[in-house]
């Protein structure tokens, strides 16, 4: 499956791309093909479709669509984030080496250390917002590079052009997690990014009532091999989580830009609040990769972390008492959710050099009244201060 480059603005797309009117009734909304299996008029010959875990009509419009987002040729959905991760990661044999961030998200982590380490693949955890000491330290069997920015959960963000310039100067291959910034504030492959790979399970479906994962290319081999494996190792989405998917999709500018204003608004209160030592978004002017940000991104996103005093038991104590903020793994949901990531989403990291501070609290920020997520932060915080 190949698009054309994207010459309509970003909402349009994600309205429109691969998501014609269904030719035999009409309807407006791409149906859920709920099927296994598809008649074929002759042996050896099909419509398209011959079995639903190799294709699916509904799979296709969300493959197109999410493609058209990110400026790619190609787009591969996936049954999730992880098994989206695992398939790019499949290029890598042997003897063969990694580089990551020393701030990502456990589960990625985990999967490079615990499983394909197990298989003989060597990875680094090295400071990615200083490129030059990568580049001036290069290990000669490194294949990738793989970034996220901003990271998970420290919102560390990381220069996309620099790190595709010095990775391509040695050969490899540069992927980037997009999750938390999405398609709409960020456009890694326009970067130099090789690959694009999302969690759609968070901004891009937005409503918490989905797991898929997606990525995003332009290398017609790496696609092909891509495509090769979703189909031989069976990680797909069913239909009615791509339709979910693709709903989500639909408004995703609007509800990025809510997201935005809304974070805005709880780090003003984290600015300004006693009990809290550090506030960690890249729409800070202080913060490390604020200029940079501005460079490769459209707004600064949902996602803030941030440190308080008194350590892990008052960061326990605020992540179980809000009333509006969800206690609760996950990300980039309408609803607005609160966890602990040491012991939570990041508890594979423990011991390891992307441990995360034992007083960091990560908040996804929904699309509620923003008047009411800082009054229920502000009244925790003034409990615990």
Not at 112 to 136: C, Q, R, Y
Request: aromatic residues 6%.
């Amino acid at each position: 499956m190949s698009i054309d480059q994207p010459t309509d603005g970003f909402e349009t797309r994600a309205l429109h791309a691969g998501q014609d009117p269904e030719p035999i009734t009409g309807a407006v909304i791409p149906p859920i093909f709920q099927t296994s299996t598809f008649a074929q008029p002759r042996v050896g010959e099909h419509l398209g479709y011959e079995y639903a875990r190799t294709g699916n009509p509904t799979r296709t419009a969300l493959q197109v669509c999410v493609a058209a987002l990110e400026g790619a040729q190609h787009g591969i959905a996936f049954a999730s984030g992880m098994a989206a991760i695992d398939a790019l990661l499949r290029r890598l044999g042997p003897g063969d080496h990694i580089y990551l961030g020393d701030d990502a998200y456990g589960g990625t982590y985990r999967l490079i250390s615990n499983v394909f380490g197990g298989h003989g693949v060597a990875h680094s955890a090295v400071d990615l917002t200083k490129p030059e000491t990568m580049a001036e330290n290069w290990n000669p069997a490194t294949k990738l590079v793989w970034i996220e920015t901003p990271t998970n959960p420290l919102l560390t963000v990381v220069d996309i052009a620099a790190i595709a310039d010095i990775t391509h100067s040695f050969g490899a291959k540069l992927v980037v997690d997009n999750t938390f910034a999405s398609p709409y504030l960020q456009t890694p492959l326009a970067l130099g990014a090789d690959a694009v790979v999302h969690s759609s399970t968070k901004y891009l479906g937005g409503h918490s009532d989905t797991i898929g994962g997606f990525v995003a290319i332009n290398d017609e081999d790496w696609a092909a091999d891509l495509r090769y494996l979703q189909n031989a190792v069976g990680a797909v989405p069913g239909p009615f989580d791509c339709f979910l998917t693709l709903r989500g999709v639909k408004t995703l500018g609007v509800r990025m830009d809510r997201h935005n204003e809304n974070a805005t608004r709880i780090v003003e209160l984290l600015l300004g609040h006693h009990a809290v030592t550090h506030v960690l978004y890249p729409g800070l002017p202080g913060h490390p990769g604020h200029e940079i940000a501005k460079e490769q991104m459209s707004g600064f996103g949902g996602m803030v972390s941030f440190r308080l005093r008194g350590g892990i038991d008052v960061a326990m104590k605020v992540a179980a008492e809000t009333r509006l903020f969800t206690l609760a793994e996950s990300l980039g949901g309408v609803e607005s959710l609160i966890e602990h990531p040491g012991v939570m989403t990041h508890a594979s990291v423990a011991g390891s050099a992307l441990e995360v501070p034992a007083d960091l609290i990560r908040l996804s920020v929904g699309l509620e009244s923003a008047d009411d997520l800082v009054a229920d932060l502000r009244d925790v915080l003034d409990r615990v201060g």
